[in-house]
C-alpha cells in the first residue's frame, strides 16, 4: 500500500452559517447529497455538520488535484459515517474516475470541530502494486 497524495482544509463555521442562511436550502442541495442532507441529528449541530462535511470534501478535493478545487465534484464526494462513527468518502462518477486514473482505491478521512471551526483531512492510497501503477501523482 502506498500513499498517493494528502490534503487538508479548515472551514470557520460562522461563515458558513452566514452563507447557508443567505441562500437557503439551495446552498445545502449545491454542496450536500440527499443522503448527507437526510443523516438523523443534521439540525442538532447543523453549521458544524455542514463545515465539517465541506472541509472533508474541500480536502478530498485537493487530493484529486488543483483543477478540480473550483469544480462541480461537490455531490459526486460524499462523506459517510460507519456505525463506529469513522468517516468515509464515497465517490461517484467523474470524481471515481479521476481517483482510478491516479490509482486511488483506499481513502483515510479524519474530520474535527469546534463552534467556530471545522477540519477536514483526506489521505488517498492505492493498494495495488507499485509496478502496476502507470499514473502519475496530482498536482
Not at 481513502?107 to 493498494?127: E, Q, V
Amino acid at each position: 500500500m502506498s500513499i498517493i497524495s494528502h490534503g487538508i482544509d479548515i472551514v470557520d463555521v460562522r461563515n458558513i452559517a452566514a452563507l447557508v442562511k443567505q441562500k437557503e436550502e439551495g446552498f445545502e442541495k449545491q454542496y450536500l447529497t440527499v443522503a448527507e442532507r437526510n443523516v438523523s441529528g443534521f439540525n442538532t449541530n447543523r453549521w458544524q455538520y455542514f463545515a465539517s462535511r465541506l472541509a472533508a470534501k474541500k480536502a478530498v478535493l485537493k487530493v484529486l488535484g488543483r483543477e478540480y478545487q473550483q469544480s462541480d465534484l461537490w455531490l459526486e464526494i460524499e462523506i459517510q459515517k460507519r456505525s463506529t462513527g469513522e468517516p468515509f468518502v464515497v465517490l461517484y462518477a467523474t470524481a471515481l474516475e479521476i481517483a482510478t486514473k491516479f490509482g486511488i482505491n483506499k481513502w483515510l478521512l479524519s474530520i474535527s470541530h469546534t463552534p467556530f471551526y471545522a477540519a477536514g483531512c483526506a489521505i488517498a492510497f492505492s493498494t495495488t502494486n507499485k509496478s502496476q501503477q502507470h499514473t502519475h501523482l496530482p498536482q
